[in-house]
């Protein structure tokens, strides 16, 4: 039954979906498909994120790199295209100027030289104010839709050992998965539902 529900979840397509999201907090909140013009946003994002956050997030103390270097990579990581190779999955929020600002992202990324292959490396990062208010699990599910659509069988997962709360927000997806442990790493593997 666990399952059965779950699976209706990821029903549909991702471009039908209504871009609203109410936090458990009732911040109202935006989920839309990343663009490459959004850079500036992610690098916002890393700014506000906690030094454990970002620690968890990219398996390593990030904090040393240069200005020029975190430009360079938030420019890389916002290079989507939504089909094939890489896509991500934001939520947003609306300041009191009225400036957009990211408070998590879910992404998928296929190797660079396998825009075909049938698995994708997952990545998730929800701002440090907005953990534990349901962000992270919706932007999953839409990430899970965003992978069908890009054909992905596989969503893979890499963590920290330490990084359980991750891991237990992947396995509410509801998705059959796989775990193996290796040297401090956990991977997992999840089957993308079809149809």
Known sequence: MFFKQDKRRYRGSIDKLRPAFTARSGQKLRMRLLH?????????????????????????????????????????????????????????????????????????????????APDAEAAIVVRDDFQGQGVGSELLRRMVLLAKRMHVRTIRAVFTSYNESAIQLFRELGLPYTIDIDHGETEMRLAVPQG
């Open 36 to 116: 490459p013009q959004d850079a500036p946003l992610l690098l916002e994002l890393f700014h506000r994120l906690s030094p454990e956050t970002r620690r968890r997030r990219f398996h390593g103390n990030v904090d040393h790199l240069s200005p020029e270097m975190l430009e360079e990579a938030a420019t890389d990581l916002a290079n989507v295209d939504n089909l094939t190779a890489r896509g991500a999955v934001v939520a947003t929020l609306r300041n009191a100027d009225g400036k957009e600002e990211f408070v998590g992202v879910a992404r998928l990324a296929r190797p660079p030289h396998a825009v075909d």
